[in-house]
């Protein structure tokens, strides 16, 4: 109870660290919110005015408490340039967002795992050699342009489906699925390789254990060692990384977003902050920074859970 009390007020603070960070990194950002909301029809009158409504002319500190204080109550604010609440602004964008994530975290799982256990079991020198090589080009390869390779594949020579024309929740949710599942996998792909890397040094590095050659002694096959003896220890590891991995499908999801022309969180972060759309920018920011960190916290208790020497350390 003692560590899971610590880590939660590490989270606490971390995620009042980054509200302070967001709401600074915007506040210092050159540009007048005033100037670009009455565009043509800027006035040194007109823009004082709204300052004072839009609360401009507050200190730093004043305005800070009071974005806090309604963001924790669920209000963020509203849009300087839609003038409707911020939660009405992401409503129609982070299903979008949220989608994509999960199918590629999905895909990170289901793909990741087994492969890495593959890797780690197979003792074919070459199948093997072919199985490292490909799984590093696959991680070193940035989502962009993964998502580049899958759209000039999948849409412009085979025409799976048609770059840039999203069908919407509303339309038709199988369609919606299918061409979601391209960007999901110009994100999964390179995360699935690493979660495959990590799980394969992890499983080799237990199989040179004492306990390992005593499981052999007993008579077990290299897979039944694996299997019943191995995987649980070797998965440690991986458990914090594929918590992060859920972070990242979201992050990345925001570079995608824009390859692909999704209408989710990532060309609406950028639209704002062109715009000097401050709330919802860091509306925007705080959700994912925050998502990194409670997800840092989740890996954290699900350790020591799998593992009682992560309490004790």
């Not at 989270?11 to 990194?25: D, E, G, P």
């Not at 499983?203 to 499981?215: G, H």
């Not at 019943?228 to 977003?257: C, K, Y």
């Not at 022309?261 to 920074?289: E, F, H, K, T, W």
Request: proline fraction near 6%; include cysteine.
């Amino acid at each position: 109870m003692k560590y899971v009390l610590k880590k939660t007020g590490l989270l606490l603070v971390s995620l009042l660290l980054i509200s302070v960070l967001a709401f600074l990194a915007f506040s210092v950002i050159p540009g007048d919110p005033a100037t670009k909301i009455l565009g043509t029809q800027y006035t040194p009158e007109r823009a004082e005015q709204l300052r004072e409504e839009l609360g401009l002319n507050r200190s730093l500190v004043e305005r800070y408490l009071s974005w806090l204080s309604d963001f924790v109550r669920g209000d963020p604010g509203t849009s300087y340039n839609y003038f409707i609440p911020v939660r009405e602004v992401l409503s129609g964008k982070i299903q979008v967002t949220v989608a994509l994530s999960l199918i590629s975290w999905l895909i990170i799982v289901l793909t990741g795992l087994p492969l890495g256990v593959f890797m780690a079991k197979e003792q074919r020198p070459r199948l093997g050699r072919f199985g490292i090589v490909s799984n590093q080009v696959v991680m070193a390869v940035p989502p962009f342009f993964m998502g580049i390779l899958l759209t000039y594949f999948f849409g412009l020579i085979l025409k799976l489906f048609t770059p840039g024309n999203f069908p919407g929740f509303e339309e038709s949710l199988p369609q919606t699925l299918f061409y979601l599942l391209f960007p999901a996998l110009a994100i999964a792909l390179p995360k699935a390789a690493g979660v495959a890397k990590m799980l394969r040094s992890s499983i080799l590095k237990e199989m040179r254990l004492d306990y390992v050659r005593t499981a052999y002694s007993r008579g077990n096959s290299r897979w039944d060692v694996i299997k019943n003896h191995v995987l649980r220890n070797a998965m440690l590891p991986v458990i914090t990384f594929l918590a992060m991995t859920m972070a990242d499908a979201v992050a990345g999801s925001i570079i995608v977003e824009q390859v692909f022309a999704l209408p989710g969180l990532g060309r609406l972060l950028l639209a704002s902050i062109g715009n000097r759309d401050y709330p919802v920018a860091q509306c925007i920011v705080v959700m994912i920074a925050a998502l990194v960190v409670f997800m840092n916290y989740l890996a954290d208790i699900i350790s020591q859970y799998v593992d009682p020497r992560v309490r004790l350390n």
